[in-house]
């Protein structure tokens, strides 16, 4: 039951990758890694599609990557209306890793743009959940 | 493998809100299908139902749709792929007849989003990507095309003023659609208010939300020359998948679903982007239009700017898109759109497509794309 602590708004309230959820409240994003054949995920998996293992590993997510692209959203959709305005974007870290998620509020809108250096940063929300988000590095 | 053929194609008119119920909402287009098309129900062998889950409340809507079109006890399925719903249907039911199984088979998309409100339909079509790692960060899809508008701009340097050309001309033909939802002119100033919605897309960069239905008949070579003046042959499928999550892209400036499905539909039909005359894309924002022009190979990745600036989408231009307001202004019934896309490609190639009728035009192409690039359905069709 773990997960549905993850982000705002859970969809989700079991899967086998709940683990990630105790990564971010130690503040860190993990991926995870196939022990068989060593490919690695973003968004974490429980099973590996290449070689059909469920023997996996986590691995953490840090250093600097680069933004590829991003949107400010000017509405938001039902749940998150009080969040408005928010950057969403996609971040691309070592080894092709890509991580989607929210920009820090504190940017902006001059500094954030596709090319810019960014790191992780776990947070806090309200209620005990967790989440995490893309700041300047 | 036997040839298919439309036969016959019907569309309710797109609106806001119907005053009726979705088997009434379906009624519309089947009925105008079956009419046009000369057809009794019990010349129908199976039936093909289309939609998006959970903007209304009934479960398994195959099974109401065969009973109120009165078309039991034939087999009937229903096939979803969000917003490209009805153009998977088509290929199931070409699948269906090209193998034997059956000779006509209906297809039937229909959509009642005015069943709840503008923000729970945001949230519904963001849960049609990936619920577990991206719907928790607030996702919808109006921000999800946004980053591939980012993408596209600061790869290529397209403008938003790009963006607001596309609209321009929905709205010219939208204007002559009598089934559309948007029928309103627009200048470039208007659409250049800067209204935005998830930057760098603006009000109407974006299609509404509209309540319709669809419906295509599709029959065998002998059954299509025996109730057919004038059959509308299938020439090409293509449909591919790409990564429900962002984080699985390659590329933010184009649709790679669409690309292998407009190749393998090329492939299929045996012609060249050059050789279709007529196009209809999935235009539910003006950057998908944009990038359909690249993903179909109508311009070199970068180059769709000029198509529009150009003109060269308009019906005097070198390849006419959306020369029926397309989504952005017929509106977008998620589970009808495709359907609605091979009516319009179907008048085009018999010469009914009235005042939007792009002059002689032997081949049509639909592209219909299914989330942020989930599904991609390219259908390529031609006359004789």
């Avoid at chain 2, 409100?117 to 849960?127: I, P, V, Y």
Wanted: negative net charge; aromatic residues 8%.
């Amino acid at each position: 039951m773990a997960f549905e602590k993850f982000g705002i708004v859970s969809f989700t309230a079991t899967t086998k990758a709940e683990q990630f959820v105790e990564f971010l409240q130690n503040n860190e994003l993990r991926g995870t890694v196939c022990m068989r054949c060593g490919a690695k995920f973003f968004p974490p998996r429980s099973d590996c599609d290449v070689c059909l293992s469920q023997d996996m590993e986590w691995f953490p997510i840090e250093g600097e990557g680069t933004l590829l692209t991003y949107t400010k959203a000017m509405f938001a959709p039902a749940g998150f209306e009080k969040d408005v305005p928010y950057v969403m974007g996609v971040a691309q870290f070592k080894d092709g890793i890509k991580v989607f998620g929210r920009l820090d509020k504190a940017l902006g809108d001059d500094v954030i743009k596709a090319g810019m250096k960014v790191k992780i940063r776990p947070v806090s929300l309200e209620n005990d959940r967790v989440s995490y988000e893309l700041t300047a590095a | 493998m036997r040839k298919v053929a439309v036969i016959g194609v019907g569309q309710s008119t797109f609106v806001r809100a119907y005053p009726g119920s979705i088997r009434e909402l379906a009624f519309e287009a089947y009925r105008d299908a079956m009419q046009g098309a000369g057809l009794k129900a019990e010349q129908i062998d199976a039936s093909v139902v289309c939609s998006a889950p959970e903007y209304d409340k009934q479960r398994t809507p195959a099974g109401l749709m065969a009973e109120y079109l009165g078309l039991n006890p034939q087999p009937t399925f229903y096939v979803e792929s969000v917003c490209s719903s009805s153009s998977s249907g088509l290929r199931t039911a070409y699948a269906l007849v090209a193998s034997g199984l059956h000779d006509v088979v209906l297809v039937l998309g229909f959509q009642k989003m005015s069943e709840i409100s503008s923000a729970e339909s945001q949230e519904r079509m963001g849960r049609g990507a990936d619920i577990q790692w991206e719907a928790p960060f607030g996702t919808m899809m109006p921000a999800y095309y946004a980053m591939y508008a980012r993408g596209h701009m600061d790869k290529y340097g397209t403008r938003e003023e790009d963006l607001a050309l596309i609209r321009v001309k929905s709205s010219t033909y939208g204007q002559i659609n009598d089934r559309a939802v948007f029928r309103k002119a627009l200048t470039l100033d208007k659409i250049m208010e800067p209204k935005y919605i998830a930057t760098p897309l603006k009000m109407f960069d974006c299609c509404a939300n509209a309540d319709g239905s669809s419906c295509v008949i599709v029959a065998s070579e002998e059954k299509a020359k025996d109730l057919c003046q004038k059959p509308v042959w299938i020439k090409g499928l293509g449909m591919a998948t790409a990564p429900i999550n962002m984080a699985g892209r390659d590329s933010f400036s184009g649709l790679k679903c669409a690309q292998l499905a407009g190749e393998r539909a090329y492939g299929m039909a045996g012609i060249k982007p050059s050789d279709v005359d007529v196009a209809e894309v999935h235009d539910c924002f003006t950057i998908a239009e944009l990038m359909a022009y690249e993903d179909l190979r109508f311009a070199e990745p970068g180059q769709g700017p000029e198509l529009i600036r150009n003109k060269e989408t308009y019906k005097e231009g070198k390849i006419p898109v959306n020369v029926d307001g397309g989504l952005l202004s017929k509106g977008h019934p998620i589970g009808a759109t495709g359907g609605s896309q091979i009516r319009t490609i179907f008048l085009q190639l018999r010469g009914e497509a009235g005042p939007m009728q792009v002059p002689d035009a032997k081949i049509g192409l639909v592209h219909n794309i299914g989330g942020v690039g989930i599904y991609g359905n390219v259908s390529i069709f031609g006359v004789d």
